[in-house]
Nanobody, 119 residues
Framework: QVTLVESGGGLVQPGGSLRLSCAAS????????VAWYRQAPGEERDFVAH??????TSYADSVKGRFTISRGSANSWTLQMRGLRQEDTATYYC??????????????WGRGTQVTVSS
């Protein structure tokens, strides 16, 4: 069982920065990737970035060069967002794909944190 909690969202002006955090709790012995997705009202949920258990990262073209995903302290991950644009406005979700014996392949999701980029 894994619980994910996102934090760090808020209102920011265009060109500003935010740092999102994803904190995981529960029995995490092995996992595949931690990823960030985002969803704007009326839109589909889109991939933003992920980091593998070995530290490899990947980014959507729309955020490459502006966003950075990394691992913080134990069982926590961050998404550093720079040069924010109005189109970055969305609810940002953290996910974790488990490789534990009891939950192998299960993808856990947080409730999301709202990011609003506006003047």
């Amino acid at each position: 069982q894994v619980t994910l909690v996102e934090s760090g969202g808020g209102l920011v002006q265009p060109g500003g920065s935010l740092r999102l955090s994803c904190a995981a709790s529960g029995n995490i012995y092995s996992y595949y990737v931690v990823a960030w997705y985002r969803q704007a009202p009326g839109e589909e949920r889109d991939f933003v970035a992920h980091i593998g258990s070995g530290g490899t990262t990947s980014y959507a073209d729309s955020v490459k060069g502006r966003f950075t995903i990394s691992r913080g302290s134990a069982n926590s991950w961050t998404l550093q967002m720079r040069g924010l644009r109005q189109e970055d406005t969305a609810t940002y979700y953290c996910s974790l794909e488990s490789r534990d014996i009891g939950t192998y392949g299960t993808i856990f999701w947080g409730r999301g944190t709202q990011v609003t980029v506006s003047s």
